[in-house]
Structures are given as structure tokens and as C-alpha cells.
């Protein structure tokens, strides 16, 4: 994908990438996917800086395929750079903003010849003509300083006019007003807690298509943007001004905003729509365990997702799993769901456990097998160990037909009788109860046929051995050994 003739390394995992860190030169991270069209023209970018700044390593991860590295950094969308200095993360940005990045490659990587004052900040400048040509002519693209692909298809255009009208009073931030992610966000959110207003909210980090989308739906280029009626209203520094100038109470009045008769407060958040969300709640919560990966558990379609299915195997559990590959519905919306931006996702009694990376770590400390007992989830014997517990279950057991009080077939009877003329305690089991337990005893004592008498876990024989050693007096002494 990359563009130009620099040098950026593919990052394949978090010890590769720990190494490259660890040896103290600048770094830069970009975190990209395939489906976004943003991140190929910043590729291209990145792609010119790193020949421009030979000395600092440019690397890439594909976010969705790197779960356990784009989780330790925090990625909930991309763009996404994370930049290391003297082996440690020192600045992150988040979005395509080619001057931003230019600008924080050069701080941290001093300046494009040895020996030269450092850069300043400006694109032009610090990253020279090669980079600065691109971005001019992704510029002249996209009409703005964010790099996204021109246009918007009728769907999304539908999407943000349902979203922008699904409540009267709506704001689309970073994070949600429980908790906010930037500084600008939690302004308005107070601010409308204090005019006493009931609001909508998106969280535009959990939708990469809705954050770059809405800034040319509303020719708006910042976020929070608040809407009243499906009107935009503005930015942070617009609803504070409105709002010290009893401007916001205003507009609300004329827009028949209720300040007054009722409390303010959130409304549900728009993430998804209600029938996705009810969607979505009812898959979760169709298997105690449930796991949402890339493809089924009998045919894994990526590694994280083959690492969690061989985890719940080794711990025995019996678990339900959606192939996310399948309906993209249910793979974008439960991103929004349950705040978690990569796959697999496991979830026990519907609670959101984690990827990949968390389960292995649980495991690795017993937390897993503690979490799934605290919830009633138990391990599931192999069919090969139920068989041995049930073998072992008594000194001396019987597999037959029907039960010692009322045997269901002749040679069953006369096993019964032997063992209590004998005077011999035994345990029994109805294999006429239990389908495979019938079967796959056969198989695991090689012996096709009942009843089946074991002691000590070992087997002794049939109707006819058993009848034979009663005969010549040895079934007594056999089976008290």
C-alpha cells in the first residue's frame, strides 16, 4: 500500500515491536486498515517522511490484525500514529492530518540533515519538497487539511441524517458524557448539563466513517459538533458563548426544547440503532459463553481468533461463536456496542471479557477459570474422561442394562445375582440411560458388548467371565484383591 521509496517496516507482533522500540532511536507507529481510504494517503505521506528522516524507524500495523497492540495503545480508530523517543511512547495523533504528522516526525527526529538546527513547525519546512507535493495534492483533493476520500454515498449521507435527527438535542464527541475523551467534549457536555437539556450522543472515536463523514455533511472540520433539530448549532467555542450569553437557552425555546418542565440529562446513546442494539444484545447473550471471531471455531480465519478458540478448548468449555466475516452489520455495530474496536470479542453471560490478548493473560493466571466459575460455567469432560470418572466412580462397577433392583436384559440379571450371592458391594449404571456413555464405553474397553464388570478401574469381563469365576470359586478373591 505504502507509496515512495521510503523504508517502513511492517510490524507482525508486540515483541517485534518492543525490540525495534528498545534500541532508543525515534520511532514512528502508524496503526492503518485496508478498508480506509484515509489511511492509504497518509501511508503515502508516511511512506515520503521516512525516506526524508533516514534515521528514525517508520513501521506500520494493520489495527484489526494486531489486536494486542492496538489495544496497549489505546487505537479506537485510523489514522492512528504513536511516536517513541529514547524507547518510550513520548505524542500520539489520531486522524489524517499530514501537517500534524509532519510537524511531530520532525521534533522527535530532529532535522532531515545532520548537523542542521531542527525544523520548524511547518510542513513546507520539515518534511521537504517530496512530502510536501503529496500533501498538497491530497489537499487540493479533499478541500481540507484532513486527508478523506471525496464525497459521501447516499447510505452514509442517509446514515448521519437519521443519527443528526435521532434526538432533538444531539452531540456527536469524543467519547460518551459519562466519559468524556477530550477537554473540548466534556465543555459542552456541562454545558448542556447545565441548561437543564435532555441530548443524544455519538461517540465519533468508535466510527471512523461517521467522524470524517459529518465534517463534510456539516462543512464543520472540528468535533463536538451539537445539533438542535437536525440543525447545527456549532463547536465548543460557539455553545459556550451562546451559553454565557443566554443565547443556548434561546434557541432551545425557539426550537421547543424543554429547559424547564423536565431534568436534563443523556439520552441513549446512537451508536447503533434499536433494532441493531436488540440484535446484537440477543446474540451475546444466546450462549453463556459466546465468542465473536473471523470464522467458526472448527475453521479460524485469523490467529487471535484460533487462539482463543484452542484456550476455551483447554479449559473444557462449552461455547457458541458468530463468524463476524459473514454479516457486517454485526461486525462494524458491535465495534459501537461494546466499545471494543478489534476481534475476536468474548463475552461470558454477556459481559464483554476482551480480545485475544486479555483471554490468554487470564488463562496464564487462572482468572479465566475463576470468571467462568463465578458464573456457574463449569469445565466440560471429554467424553474419555467422563468414562474413567464413571469407571472409578465405585472399587467394584457395573455397566448394564436397567438397574440391580430391576434389570432390563437376562445377562444383566445373572451378573446381579452372582455379585450378591457373593456378598459383593458394586456400583451400577444404566447404560440404557445414557446414548454415550453406551457407545463409547464399547470403545474404550475394547469390549462390544454388556453387561461390563470393572474393579478397581480395570476391566474384569462379561456375563460369562464373571459366571465362570463364580463357578471355580474366584470371583469373590478377584474382586477383593
Known amino acids: 500500500m505504502a507509496g515512495g521509496g521510503g523504508s517502513v517496516k511492517e510490524v507482525g507482533s508486540k515483541r517485534e515491536l518492543d525490540k525495534i522500540v ?12 485496508t478498508w480506509c481510504e484515509a489511511s492509504k494517503h497518509m501511508d503515502q505521506v508516511f511512506s515520503h517522511l521516512s525516506t526524508d528522516f533516514p534515521h528514525a524507524h517508520f513501521l506500520r500495523v494493520e489495527a484489526e490484525e494486531q489486536p494486542e497492540i492496538s489495544e496497549l495503545y489505546s487505537v479506537s480508530a485510523v489514522p492512528y500514529f504513536v511516536f517513541f523517543k529514547d524507547g518510550k511512547a513520548v505524542d500520539t495523533l489520531e486522524g489524517a492530518d499530514p501537517s500534524s504528522l509532519a510537524n511531530k516526525v ?35 483533493e479533499s478541500g481540507a487539511p484532513q486527508v478523506v476520500s471525496s464525497g459521501l454515498d447516499d447510505r452514509l449521507t442517509k446514515r448521519l441524517q437519521q443519527l443528526v435527527a435521532s434526538h432533538p438535542v444531539m452531540l456527536f464527541m469524543k467519547g460518551n458524557p459519562e466519559e468524556p475523551k477530550c477537554g473540548f467534549s466534556q465543555k459542552v457536555v456541562d454545558i448542556l448539563k447545565k441548561e437543564n437539556v435532555k441530548f443524544g450522543s455519538f461517540d465519533i472515536l468508535t466510527d471512523n466513517g461517521v467522524r470524517e463523514g459529518l ?29 454565557e450569553g ?6 432551545f425555546k425557539d426550537y421547543g426544547v424543554d429547559t424547564a418542565g423536565e431534568k436534563g440529562g443523556i439520552s ?9 442494539t436488540t440484535r446484537l444484545a440477543d446474540l451475546i447473550n444466546s450462549s453463556p459463553v459466546m465468542l465473536f471471531m473471523k470464522g467458526t471455531h472448527d475453521e479460524p480465519r485469523c490467529g487471535f481468533s484460533r487462539k482463543v478458540v484452542d484456550i476455551l478448548k483447554q479449559e473444557k468449555v462449552e461455547f457458541e461463536s458468530f463468524d463476524i466475516l459473514t454479516d457486517d ?3 462494524q455495530g458491535l465495534k459501537v456496542y461494546s466499545n471494543w474496536s478489534s476481534y475476536p470479542q468474548l463475552y461470558i453471560k454477556g459481559e464483554l471479557i476482551g480480545g485475544s490478548d486479555i483471554v490468554l493473560e487470564m488463562q496464564k493466571s487462572g482468572e479465566l477459570r475463576k470468571v467462568l ?3 456457574g460455567i463449569h469445565q466440560k469432560d471429554s467424553l474419555e474422561d467422563r468414562l474413567k470418572n464413571i469407571v472409578n466412580s465405585s472399587t467394584v462397577m457395573l455397566f448394564m442394562k436397567g438397574t440391580p433392583d ?18 459383593v458391594e458394586f456400583g451400577s449404571f444404566d447404560i440404557l440411560s445414557d446414548e454415550e456413555v453406551r457407545q463409547g464405553l464399547k470403545t474404550f474397553s475394547n469390549w462390544p458388548t454388556y453387561p461390563q464388570l470393572y474393579y478397581k478401574g480395570e476391566l474384569v469381563g462379561g456375563c460369562d467371565i464373571v459366571l465362570e469365576l463364580q463357578s471355580s470359586g474366584e470371583l469373590k478373591s478377584t474382586l477383593s484383591e
Not at 531542527?118 to 510536501?132: D, E
Not at 451508536?271 to 441493531?276: C, E, I, R
Open 406 to 423: 430391576a434389570p432390563r436384559c437376562g445377562f444383566s440379571s445373572k451378573v446381579v445375582n452372582a455379585l450378591k450371592e457373593e456378598g
Open 373 to 375: 466459575a463465578e458464573n
Open 246 to 251: 443566554g443565547e443556548l437557552k434561546e434557541v
Open 268 to 276: 441513549e446513546p446512537s451508536g447503533t440503532s434499536a433494532a441493531l
Open 215 to 243: 465534517k463534510k455533511f456539516s462543512n464543520w472540520p472540528t468535533y463536538p459538533q451539537l445539533y438542535c433539530k437536525g440543525e447545527l448549532l456549532g463547536g465548543c467555542d460557539i455553545i459556550i458563548t451562546m451559553h
Open 106 to 140: 520532525a521534533k522527535i527526529a530532529g532535522s532531515i540533515t545532520p548537523g542542521d538546527p531542527a525544523a520548524p513547525a511547518s510542513l513546507g519546512m520539515a518534511a521537504g519538497p517530496t512530502v510536501l507535493e503529496t500533501v498538497q495534492e491530497l489537499a487540493r
Open 329 to 331: 452489520e454485526v461486525r
Open 22 to 33: 528498545g534500541d532508543g532511536s525515534p520511532a514512528i507507529l502508524h496503526f492503518w486498515a
